[in-house]
């Protein structure tokens, strides 16, 4: 169930669930036509449905955008991270500070392009931010090791450690999506609902096809949303690299980089 609401195309998505709601209310609005006239009202169980399925439109988008925020914060804080390290490793001395600040700097490209990479693009990119980590490891061991007693060794242990944390965190949060038993949930609560409404208008003696249409359109643009927020590599709402580029950008530019935001 995963790789099908992942894998299938978003507009297609959007479409069968649109045309399920219809058919759903559709079907409801036959079983409700066969009731008899005097059967009791099912306004007040409606608007129970209506209102739950508002809550769990709610939380179901909560918990999407939470996971967007958190890839957001962490391309600014991988990108803040990198750049402390990269200052830092500047207070060594040659060669070690040259050969940090290149594995540095290659590792930051790598990272934007990973976060630029499409889906299938960015296994390739994560395989080389893996290697990249390797390497910067092992240079970081062999530089602090004569000054492994010195407090710049700290600094620069801490901070090193602390990007190559990020970007392991960082390509989790990507690879993790929402529970497709909540999505399914939502998606079959909805057709429910939209099933006794047809009913419920079809006992009451109306029958309003536009404004249900509307009804399950902007339905279908909620849950259409959750679906986007929760496809960081393929959805159109995409996280913006911006703090990445720049760093890039800096780090190409000056020897002693100070993009994004690092700390001293």
Known sequence: MDDLLNQTPLW????????GLLGASGL????????????SPQEHVLSGVMGLLALLIAFTFGMALDRYETRRELVVAEANAISTAAMRVQLLDPPAATRLSELLRRY???RLKYGLATAAEKPVHQAASSDLRDLIQQEAIAAVRPIRETPLAAMIVTS?????????????????????SVVVALGVFALVAA??????LAVAGRSDRTLSALLFALLTLAFAMV????????GAIQISQEPMARL???LAANPQPSAATPRP
Request: proline residues 5%; hydrophobic residues 45%; without cysteine.
């Open 195 to 200: 099933g006794l409404l047809g009913s419920t």
């Open 28 to 39: 409801g609005n036959r079983f409700g036509r066969r009731r008899p006239a005097t059967a």
């Open 160 to 180: 090193m450690n602390e990007f190559l944390d990020l970007g392991a965190t960082r390509e989790a949060t990507i690879a993790s999506r929402l529970p497709a």
């Open 108 to 110: 930051a490209e790598t």
């Open 227 to 234: 679906l986007d927020l929760d496809r960081p590599q393929r």
């Open 12 to 19: 297609l998505l959007a479409i069968l669930f649109f045309v």
């Open 248 to 250: 890039v950008a800096s």
